[in-house]
Each structure stands twice: as C-alpha cells, then as structure tokens.
C-alpha cells in the first residue's frame, strides 16, 4: 500500500462509516500509540505503511464496497452458497467489518 492509497482508504473508510476519520483514528485502527500514532499515519500516507500495519489495514478496507473481498476471507463464491445469496451475504459480512472499526475505535 502506498501513501496515496492509505489517504484515500481513509477516505473511503470515512465514506463506508459515515463518519470523517481523522489520522489518530487510523493510528487507533492500527493499534499505534496514542498521540505519535497520529504523526506515523501522516508520514505514511506520504511513503505508505511499513510492516503489519500495511496487511491490518488491507483486511479493513474490506469494509468499503470500494476494496474487493480478499481470497482468504471469500467465503461467498463458493459452491454450497446458493448465487442469489452470495450479494447479501458480502453486504452482511461489509457490515460487520464496518463494526469491528467502530469497536476498535471506541
């Protein structure tokens, strides 16, 4: 992930959440110290995330429709899941990435 990519998965995050996170919220995302976490997210959104941050917010962009469903989480295209279910099933399991970020962000 590059530094562009992290500034616009932001906003694309802010957009799936409706609600505008700011760069301490993305280092609270992260699991970043409070008050450094925030400088760390602006210096990344410039030469993008080092380390197992890049792969944790990767997993999180699934909760925008904007980002594909990663292969190790893609349950849904799977023969015993009937087709007229799999678009309901993606937007239930968006949904609930969209609560894991509120609960890590309360």
């Known amino acids: 992930m590059t530094g ?31 008050g450094a976490g925030a400088d760390t997210i602006r210096r990344w959104e410039v030469s993008g995330p080092s380390g197992p941050a890049g792969k944790l917010l990767a997993i999180l962009a699934m909760a925008s429709d904007r980002y594909p469903i ?16 799999r678009p309901a099933r993606r937007e239930e399991f968006r949904e609930k990435m969209r609560n894991e970020i509120r609960e890590r962000l309360e």
Do not use: H, W, Y
């Not at 799936?16 to 409070?34: E, H, T, V």
């Not at 990663?70 to 799977?78: G, I, P, S, T």
């Open 4 to 34: 562009p990519e992290l500034k616009q998965l932001r906003k694309d995050l802010s957009d799936a959440l409706g609600k505008q996170l700011s760069a301490a919220d993305m280092a609270r995302l992260c699991g970043l110290a409070p």
């Open 70 to 85: 990663l292969d190790n989480f893609n349950v849904f295209d799977r023969f015993n899941i009937p087709e007229a279910e």
